[in-house]
């Protein structure tokens, strides 16, 4: 199995989450809580069974499955963002002269490596998204990690070889 056939399950699993943000069942509590509905969601038996086969570097790796789950998720926060701006879902009425208007891709800089994500726009332009804003390129908690490591000692190099192995 390759990591895009994994990634094509679970679109169904966003599609699902999609409909039910567009009928006010937003994903509500602590991280911990918003993990064991995804688990509900995806049982560990499921789980396995989709990742059977993979190779390390396919799940892991640049690109791997890891890696586009985190990309998955920044766009679904971000659509949630927008439709929190615009005060209707995707498709939803609209509640004013603003509404969606398609998307623009952006890679992020993570500790997991560079994700590619698509980041929503609207007609006005005044969408401001709050987890990756505009012309921002590596998502908050990279930069602190790199000052800790260049106040720790590591030279700017060993930080840079650091990072290229991640």
């Known amino acids: 199995m390759t990591a895009k056939n994994a990634s094509n399950a679970t679109r169904e699993t966003s599609e699902s989450s999609e409909k039910s943000r567009e009928s006010g069942m937003a994903a509500e509590g602590s991280p911990g809580e918003v993990v064991d509905r995804l688990a509900g969601l995806l049982p560990a038996a499921e789980l ?15 690109g791997g499955l890891l890696t586009q789950l985190a990309g998955r998720v920044i766009e679904t926060a971000l659509g949630v963002e ?21 998307s623009t891709a952006k890679t992020v800089q993570t500790e ?13 332009e005044n969408f401001d998204p709050k987890l990756v804003g ?26 840079e070889r650091h990072l290229a192995g991640l």
């Not at 396995?48 to 640049?62: H, K, P, Q, V």
């Not at 929190?84 to 398609?102: A, F, K, R, T, Y």
């Not at 997991?112 to 006005?124: C, E, F, W, Y």
């Open 112 to 124: 997991l490596g560079p994700v590619n994500v698509k980041t929503p726009r609207d007609r006005a």
């Open 48 to 62: 396995e069974d989709a990742l059977a086969g993979f190779e390390r570097e396919e799940i892991t790796g640049s």
């Open 82 to 102: 927008l439709t929190d701006h615009l005060g209707h879902p995707p498709s939803g009425v609209p509640q004013g002269p603003n509404v969606g208007n398609g």
């Open 134 to 159: 505009k012309r921002q390129t590596r998502l908050a908690g990279l930069d602190e990690r790199i000052l800790d490591l260049y106040a720790g000692g590591m030279s700017v190099r060993d930080i």
